[in-house]
């Protein structure tokens, strides 16, 4: 069976900070992979997406990144941290556009405060 | 512009009324999802459909492509049901994007 690891799951970074949140997916072969964020009270906004190793897609621009080292591997990370950075990121992942009705998956989720 | 439109956005009833949520969209579609996101935060798919109807349990989700519209259905709510529900749609040009509605908090009071 498939399943999806994102850690850590609470973290507190002060400004300035570097981050590095993992996913890592299980069961599966050539995922789409998805960062989200979810600030308090606001729906999900999507920071990144990956069809591929090393294919990346950025969606809002900020102070993070994204890196796919290997196939089932997605990697969050930022140098400084900013105080608006504060907030909740899920990893997903579904099957790719051939298999459209893939579910999407999330991990448990990262809370994140930057003080 | 959101591409997805969740109503409404914060729905209380009492306990085993019958509830509704509704979600409209306005790009096209491969598939719609309905998740749940309980108060720790975990996202969990409850529904992916691309026509008609689907049911587990208590719950139903209903599609209309043509007016680009779903609804969740809820029977005899319970107090184990309030969480926040999302819908989602994987948009269909490429396949790899999702869109989100910004959620119904949903609350049942026993």
């Known amino acids: 069976s498939q399943t999806i690891h994102q850690w850590p799951a609470t973290l507190v970074q002060p400004v300035g900070s570097p981050l590095s949140l993992e996913c890592t997916v299980e069961g599966t072969s050539n995922p789409n992979l998805y960062w989200y964020r979810q600030a308090a009270g606001r729906g999900l906004q999507l920071l990144f997406y990956?069809?591929?190793?090393?294919?990346i897609s950025s969606e809002v621009p900020q102070n993070l990144s994204a890196s796919r080292p290997q196939d089932r591997q997605f990697i969050l990370s930022s140098k400084k941290l900013l105080l608006s950075d504060s907030g909740f990121y899920l990893c997903?992942?579904?099957?790719?556009?051939?298999?459209?009705?893939?579910?999407?998956?999330f991990g448990n989720g990262t809370r994140l405060t930057v003080t | 512009k959101n591409e997805v439109e969740q109503s409404p956005q914060n729905l209380t009833a009492q306990e085993g009324e019958f509830i509704t949520i509704n979600c409209s969209y306005s790009?096209?579609?491969?598939?719609l999802h309905w998740l749940q996101q309980h108060p720790g935060g975990g996202i969990v798919s409850l529904f992916m459909l691309s026509s008609g109807k689907k049911k587990h349990g208590r719950l139903i989700a209903t599609i209309n492509i043509q007016e680009k519209h779903s609804s969740l259905h809820i029977t005899a709510s319970h107090p184990r049901d309030s969480a926040v529900y999302i819908c989602?749609?994987?948009?269909?040009?490429?396949?790899?994007?999702?869109?989100f509605g910004t959620g119904t908090s949903l609350t049942v009071i026993p």
């Open positions: 790009v096209g579609i491969s598939a």
């Open positions: 989602a749609v994987r948009e269909r040009d490429t396949g790899n994007q999702f869109y």
């Open positions: 997903a992942w579904s099957q790719g556009r051939l298999r459209d009705e893939s579910p999407l998956h």
């Open positions: 990956s069809v591929g190793i090393g294919q």
